[in-house]
């Protein structure tokens, strides 16, 4: 029997274009299925988008049919880099102008 490993990692790149059947397919089974691979679920894949913009298009087309979707698996690079701010407990970076959000400032 093959032995299932709660924590794996794997990298793969996705070549610019229309979002791949194969991904989409396993992200609709996930989110009808959220059982633990343990469990016998399917794995977990965690997708980071280039922009929110592709992001929440995304979103939008798992999300009909009323399905709940487990947000933290879709992340940006920025969204990523905030969690793991709070996640190793770094200060958090704010803005000093809130209209161009550029300026930061540390607490």
Known sequence: MLEVCENQI??????PG??????????????VDPRSLKLGGLARIMVVYPSEEARREI??????????????LHQT?????????????????LSTDSSKLRSSVFL
């Open 18 to 31: 229309a979002f791949p059947n194969w991904l989409m397919t396993h992200l609709e089974k996930q989110i």
């Open 59 to 72: 979103l939008a087309d798992l999300a009909e049919g009323g399905r709940v979707i487990d947000r933290t």
């Open 77 to 93: 690079g920025e969204s990523m880099a905030a969690l793991l701010v709070a996640d190793f407990r770094l200060p958090r970076v």
């Open 10 to 15: 794997s990298n793969e790149e996705i070549s």
